[in-house]
Every structure is written in C-alpha cells, then in structure tokens.
C-alpha cells in the first residue's frame, strides 16, 4: 500500500512555462514534506521542503503548496528552464520521539519532468 | 566541505554471496539512513543509525544489517544475496534526522 503517491510518471513543458508537479499522500501521521530532483547516476538532491504547519513555502523559481485536508501537495518550477529535466520524487516523514528528530522518508514513484527548448 | 560519500561505485556479486556497502556521511552530521532503489521506483526505507545503534527499520530481511561508527560512518552488509537485491544503494546523512542529504549510491549488481 503507497502512502506517497505520484500517479503522473511524467510531464512535458515549454522552457519558460510553469510546470506542477502533483503528489498525494494517505497517512495522516505526516508532518513534513519534501521534494528531490534525481540525474540519472546521482543521488536524490534535495530542493525544497514544508512542514505541516505551512501551506506554502517558496525558494526562488520553486514553489510548494500543501493541503493537508485533501493530503495533497504540489512542486511549482515557475519559469521552467531545460536544466530542470529530471526526475522528481515526493517525499513525507513523521516526528519520532527519540531525539526530537524526523522519521525515515517515505518516497513516491517519481515524475520525470522533460522541459522543452 | 564533501558531501556524502559512498564506495563502492558499482559492484557485481553472485548469487548466495555477502555484500559490504560504505558510507560516509557529510560533515556534521550524525544520522545515517540506508535506502533502497530498484528501477523505475522511489527510494525504499532500510534503515537508520543513529548513536550507533539502529533507531528504525523498514520492511527487509534480515539479510540485511548495518553498522554505524564512532565517526559516523556506516556500513550495510546484505547476506545471501539474491537476483532481487540488484538496486541502487543509497546513503543519506542529517543532524538528528532532518532533511536529508543523500550521497551518489552503489549500484549493485547480482547475477
């Protein structure tokens, strides 16, 4: 069973045009959130996270949106460039009490964002 | 200031075989979590080392274990290896856990 869910395996967009990347997640025990984008033969980088106490939070040309009602959020890359291609995964953890730290992250399947000339 | 960093790159094993993966996290940090990538997945949780000891676990055998040094360093050991094992091996570091960096991975390879 997904508890983070990407259901667009990829999205094409026009260089200078927004793209929005979807993801829905189902445990309610999550309270933080993230974004990474994936090269091929890299690791995951991170871009940009939020916590549940947002509902936005904004670095530069990304932006991410939060909706805990409907478990959803989404990555904005307002304007697209082509160095933007790549894959991108949601991710989600929950605070675990040892430590005061984060949990392990739970990852969707990834969407894998191709940014035209 | 490196990042995160993983040895070996690639690696090809036989089936039945034992395997030993090397992390070493970035500067500062004192978590270490082990992930595993299959292809065309996300990232699935094994687990995470903290103080040395493992603090969580996700849904592997115990096929595989780890460790985690005075240093911070870490190790993930997989025993009897099996064809599903080929994966990208991924390491990621954080102070306490929060948002983590990951290092390039090993991909291993089991024939």
Redesign the interface.
């Known amino acids: 069973d997904q508890q983070?869910k990407q259901n667009s395996p990829s999205l094409s967009v026009q260089e200078g045009r927004i793209s929005i990347l979807n993801c829905d997640y189902t445990n309610s025990m999550f309270d933080?959130f993230?974004w990474?984008k994936k090269y091929p033969?890299?690791?995951?980088?991170?871009l940009i996270?939020i916590s549940s106490i947002k509902d936005k939070n904004e670095d530069g040309r990304f932006t991410v949106f939060l909706n805990k009602s409907a478990k959803h959020l989404s990555l904005h890359i307002v304007p697209s460039q082509p160095g933007d291609s790549a894959v991108y995964?949601c991710?989600a953890?929950a605070y675990?009490s040892?430590?005061?730290?984060?949990?392990?992250?739970?990852?969707?399947?990834?969407t894998k964002l191709s940014v035209k000339p | 200031d490196a990042g995160?960093t993983q040895s070996p790159t690639h690696l090809i094993k036989t089936r039945g075989q034992q395997v030993t993966l090397r992390c070493s996290p970035k500067s500062g940090h004192d978590?270490v979590?082990w992930?595993q990538q299959a292809l065309?997945?996300?990232?699935?949780?094994i687990f995470?080392y903290?103080e040395e000891e493992e603090?969580?676990r996700?849904n592997f055998p115990d096929r595989f274990s780890g460790h985690q040094f005075p240093n911070y360093s870490s190790e993930l050991n997989v025993n009897a290896l099996l064809l599903g094992d080929s994966a990208l091996y991924?390491c990621?570091s954080?102070y306490?856990?929060?948002?983590?960096?990951?290092?390039?991975?090993t991909r291993l390879t089991v024939t």
């Open positions: 983070v933080y993230l990474y033969a890299e690791g995951p980088t991170f996270s995964f991710a953890s675990l040892y430590g005061g730290s984060q949990g392990n992250l739970i990852f969707g399947k990834g | 995160v978590t979590s992930y065309g997945q996300g990232p699935q949780f995470q903290y603090r969580q996700g991924l990621a954080s306490r856990g929060a948002q983590q960096y990951f290092g390039p991975g």
